[in-house]
């Protein structure tokens, strides 16, 4: 089984890459498509033909088996052109973070090289999802070289509760919730959607405040971010009701 990696820099990833072992698969949020984009040497889309298993021995001599899938591969979006035919290695998923592929259907694949086999490696950590789930995907990258598409900001905000004891929990997306958002030279008014998320491009690099229009019934905050050209940010909010004082 392999450690459930959060997304990071591919120079990090590239020393890390080691199928460690454990017992659970608790994968951290994949970052939005511009953040996986930057952090993932091999994405391409395609169709699984073959689904096989493959044994995998370790330094230990201890044998463990993983599934290897089979890609018709129809669109490359980053990573070596040459393959009309990819082969990615995944768990059997559960405890061990592999994706359940399917048989002859089409997937947007995510993908890091797999030093134990010489091939690559996917999992539910990574972005990894049917094709036809993967609309916020291919607009990113139908958008990425076109300088009008410019610098962009991705949000998303929970909302938290907390009882006469200060214990939060979380309830979930915070929807129709308003940011501002001010740059050197203009101001921008967002809101979030169903999922509690807004995306916000088209932006010239430079420093922007971002700022959730919370009512007094959650404690204010704003996060600064510095924007390159062509590059994103990706922020989470958690609108959190302020502490209860202590009676005594």
């Known amino acids: 089984m392999r450690y459930p990696f959060a997304i990071a820099p591919f120079a990090i ?20 498509p511009c953040k996986a984009f930057a952090t993932t040497p091999v994405i391409f889309s395609g169709r699984v033909t073959k689904i096989s298993q493959i044994a995998i021995k370790l330094d230990s001599g201890d044998v463990y088996q993983e599934r290897i899938v089979t890609f018709d591969v ?3 979006y980053r990573g070596p052109e040459n393959d009309a035919v990819t082969q990615v290695v995944t768990g059997f998923g559960g405890g061990d973070c592999g994706y359940d592929f399917r048989t002859g259907r ?48 991705e949000c998303w905000i929970e909302e938290l509760s907390r009882d006469k004891n200060n214990i939060t929990n979380m309830l979930g997306p915070l929807k129709q919730m308003t940011l501002t958002i001010r740059g050197t030279k203009k101001r921008w008014t967002v809101s979030t959607g169903e999922d509690g998320r807004f995306r916000l491009w088209g932006l010239a690099p ?3 405040r971002v700022t959730p229009n919370f009512s007094p019934k959650f404690v ?22 302020p502490r209860h004082k202590s009676s005594r």
Do not use: N, W
């Open 13 to 32: 990833l590239a020393s890390l890459l080691v199928p460690l072992r454990v017992s659970a698969c608790d994968c951290p949020y994949g970052g939005a």
């Open 106 to 153: 089409d997937y947007l694949v995510y993908a890091f090289p797999d030093p134990p086999t010489g091939k690559l490696y996917t999992g539910i950590c990574q972005r990894t999802r049917p094709l036809s789930e993967a609309a916020d995907d291919l607009e990113y990258f139908s958008k990425k070289d076109d300088p009008d598409h410019g610098a962009g900001i």
């Open 74 to 76: 129809r669109h490359r």
């Open 206 to 208: 430079g420093r922007y």
């Open 220 to 241: 204010s905050m704003s996060r600064t971010v510095d924007l390159k050209s062509g590059s994103c940010e990706e922020l989470g909010f958690l609108a959190t009701p």
